[in-house]
């Protein structure tokens, strides 16, 4: 997914890299400070955790290319540990997908075509982590250039209102980004991926 080597860290929570690369340093201006990577058995993990996460990333392909059922079955001891361990307010999942549909997009084209895998992973994702009439969303967007598609589950995000739709997210996702780019002083904009083939699951 990206992140600075030196953010990795040992189960014992010490870090595995002592001092970080310049270029980590330049490029992500003491962020990496904040950032805690964990490389373990993602379902061992989680079960075994006692804190409560406000955002957790899974980037859980195995070497094969894989990204096993048991992380994305509805039915898994991983997905309901992990909505134990979610923030119930404002906890945010993002999962890193490869696209598996049967069409390559052009070098015009922005969306990855969401296939039937992609899709389904979302949908158990969704209904585990918000629940079918919870208050929370989850969209994905594309990363071409990697033939990745990112899902994203966030709780806390209101849907009564009668303008509820693909339009106002983007709006608000945008809105709050433009902050959250400005209150962490982020190195890079996320304006771009929001903008990038955005599908609300």
């Not at 001891?77 to 069409?103: E, I, Y």
């Not at 997210?169 to 771009?192: A, G, Q, R, W, Y």
Request: hydrophobic share 40%; with cysteine.
């Amino acid at each position: 997914m990206g992140f600075p080597a030196c953010s990795l860290k040992t189960q014992s929570a010490d870090k595995a890299v002592s001092k970080p690369e310049t270029i980590d340093e330049i490029m992500w201006k003491g962020i990496h400070e904040r950032i805690y990577l964990y490389e373990a058995d993602a379902e061992e993990f989680i079960v075994n955790s006692t804190n409560i996460y406000d955002m957790i990333f899974v980037d859980a392909y195995d070497g094969d290319d894989i990204f096993p059922h048991k992380l994305w079955h509805p039915d898994s001891t991983f997905l309901k540990a992990l909505s134990n361990r979610l923030h119930p307010k404002h906890g945010t999942v993002v999962v890193n997908l490869h696209s598996d549909s049967d069409t390559v997009p052009s070098s015009l084209e922005q969306i990855l075509p969401m296939g039937k895998y992609v899709s389904q992973v979302s949908r158990a994702y969704k209904d585990v982590l918000v629940g079918k009439e919870g208050s929370g969303l989850a969209f994905t967007v594309a990363v071409p250039w990697v033939c990745n598609t990112s899902l994203v589950v966030c709780r806390g995000f209101d849907k009564d209102s009668e303008y509820f739709d693909r339009d106002f997210v983007i709006n608000t996702l945008i809105s709050k980004s433009l902050e959250l780019e400005h209150v962490m002083d982020l190195p890079f904009s996320c304006l771009e991926y929001i903008k990038r083939g955005f599908i609300l699951v």
